[in-house]
């Protein structure tokens, strides 16, 4: 039995849960990460890990959480969609209350594995995964194991500048993160807007959703299906940059699948077709034969599995 903390800029969440062959969630709770400190999370963490024990044996605690970190010295070193987690050596802080061994991974790395293990990536020995959520980062599996680089900052696709002018993501304008996530369409709607309230140019779009405090991914992905031509537009945008940034990813690392979850499960459609043609016009033609890119198969539980795997302490 273990327990799983998933740490997002969006929410966070909390479960119990089994690890055989499959996967068994047996209990969760999940709270916004907006508006609370390092310590209101921690102790809500607390709260939970307290009330399972009062009936499970606790075999470990596993902590997936945005780069960039420090692995093996369980410390979370500031990620761009958490400022406020500075230098938190959380391994200590739970290993300290609980008595009970715990492990931190950088979200994508315990992603990658969690889908290679239980989900996609099945049976692969070279595989990706792209988170697309709040962030954009990758996690690999290279010849059958996890690799995270020489201090956890392998991967960090989402810090790659596409261009010199863009979306901030990542702390960076026009990078990956900034074109390929959940907030960077948002940011990239928002500048798009921009450029047409400079011409005189009010979207439809924008009227309907009630203004620019209700420009999503989502909202932006809805007028998208509904054959609204600025949001889709959006979407072809990101879905080219994607298709670059995937294009460095194949011919760098030859992978067997592209996992990607996040915005990509929900709308990959509006994506895909996009970023394919880039692919089949920048990527070596080996590679590209080789190589399918497809949504995360563990869906919305991703975050969850992937907390239970780092519990475990074998990545």
Known sequence: MYVGLDIGGTKCAAVLGNLTEEVEILDKTVFPTAGKTPDEILGLFSDFISEKQKNHKINGIGIACG???DSKRGIIKKPPSLPLWDGIEIV???EDKFNIPTHLKNDADACAVAEWKYGAGKGTENMIFITFGTGFGSGLILNGRLYS??????????HVRLRKKGPVGYNKAGSCEGFC???GIRRLALLELEKLKKKGILPVFLQKVGGEDNVTAKTVAEYARLGDGFCKRVYKISGKMLGEALSILIDLFNPEKIVIGGVFMRSGDLLYPHAEKVIKRECLIYSQQVVEVVPAKLSENIGDVSALVVAQGDL
């Open 67 to 69: 780069g960039p970190l």
């Open 92 to 94: 200590k802080y739970f």
């Open 149 to 158: 680089g020489t201090n956890d900052n392998a991967g960090e696709i989402g």
């Open 181 to 183: 996530s959940g907030s």
